[in-house]
């Protein structure tokens, strides 16, 4: 069997959601065995843990138990949802580990022809623009570019730093946009030695702790002159970026919220609009909400420009 799979999308959204599949060149060739038609070709075109979206050659049954031997040596059991042989889903009877998928089919190709396919993840990511930062969210990625969702007004040709949780800021280019989504082109493609680590720290990643902080009053709010802001903004720990949104800030302290959480003490360079990075260290973490104080007090003239930020507009 052929073992290349470039075409299939390897999802880590996890769900088997009822979506259209593609061209049959837009697909990898499989084989399914089992049910009342025995052994037959099939099309994978998109893959989760929790199963496989296909086109099927011949009659199939909803329910049907079959094995999906899939183009990189992978043999999985599930069974047949829908009825439809155009395109139908097969729920594996165990969640499958889809990086470990993605890794086994890198390696079974030759090296001059190992690149990444496309990986459909949802995550929260920080597009800085135009002079501004704005929250989006992923679609898709490749090693060349990334899809994403954002309510920010972009332009063909526009050129935007991305950064994404664990991995350093990425430049690249808006190449499309429609109704909401955008396409962008990296100047620089990301290698799969890069990638593979980074999607497995996310497939791997907890999910953020509930946000229960989001109804206790801001441990700020009493603190004299502090400003709210809520600006999408970024953290940095050594080499590596996570996406954050500061909430509130004095010339002392900073409230900010992110999805991975900094244990206290943590040192960081937190991202201020207008001013630059500044260095903080954690001193609460309560889920997804971290207050820092600042190693360097702002001064006033650094509060004055921010408070331009919070003026509304």
Same mark, same amino acid.
């Given at each position: ?55 099927? *050659? ?17 043999? /999985? ?11 139908? $889903? ?11 998928? !993605? ?23 920080? &597009? ?11 679609? *898709? ?6 899809? /994403? ?6 332009? %063909?040709?526009?050129? /935007?730093? !991305? ?8 430049? #690249? ?16 493609? &990301?290698?799969?030695? %890069? ?6 720290? /996310? ?39 996570? *996406? $954050?949104? %500061? ?19 943590? #040192? ?22 971290? %207050? ?22």
């Amino acid at each position: 069997m052929s073992v290349s799979a470039r075409s299939t999308i390897f999802s880590l959204s996890g769900g088997l959601d009822s979506v259209p599949v593609g061209k049959p060149e837009e697909s990898s060739r499989a084989r399914l065995i089992g049910g009342e038609a025995g052994e037959r070709d099939c099309f994978v075109h998109r893959l989760t843990s929790e199963g496989a979206m296909l086109s099927v *050659n011949g009659p199939v049954a909803h329910g049907d138990r079959a094995t999906i031997e899939l183009p990189f040596g992978l043999a /999985v059991e599930g069974a047949i949802v829908g009825d439809d042989p155009a395109a139908l $889903a097969f729920r594996f009877d165990a969640p499958m580990d889809v990086v470990g998928a !993605l890794a086994r089919c890198l390696a079974a190709l030759p090296a001059e022809r190992r690149q990444m396919p496309r990986i459909e993840l949802r995550q929260r990511l920080c &597009i800085r623009h135009a002079g501004q930062v704005d929250f989006a969210w992923t679609r *898709n990625l490749s090693p060349a570019g990334l899809g /994403v969702e954002t309510r920010t007004q972009l332009h %063909v040709g526009e050129a /935007v730093e !991305l950064t994404l949780d664990g991995l350093r800021p990425i430049q #690249g280019e808006i190449r499309w946009t429609e109704q909401g989504q955008a396409g962008i082109a990296f100047f620089e493609e &990301i290698g799969w030695q %890069v990638l593979m680590p980074w999607l497995r720290q /996310v497939a791997d990643r907890r999910p953020p702790a509930t946000r229960d902080s989001y109804t206790s009053p801001s441990p700020l709010g009493a603190v004299k002159n502090a400003l709210k802001l809520e600006v999408a903004s970024h953290v940095r720990s050594g080499s590596s970026w996570w *996406n $954050a949104q %500061v909430l509130s800030l004095s010339n002392a302290l900073v409230e900010f919220e992110s999805d991975t959480e900094f244990a206290p003490l943590s #040192g960081l360079w937190l991202s201020l609009p207008e001013i630059g990075g500044w260095p903080i260290r954690v001193i609460e973490c309560h889920g997804t909400r971290h %207050v820092a104080e600042f190693r360097l007090p702002l001064r006033p003239h650094e509060m004055a420009r921010l408070s331009e930020v919070a003026r509304p507009r």
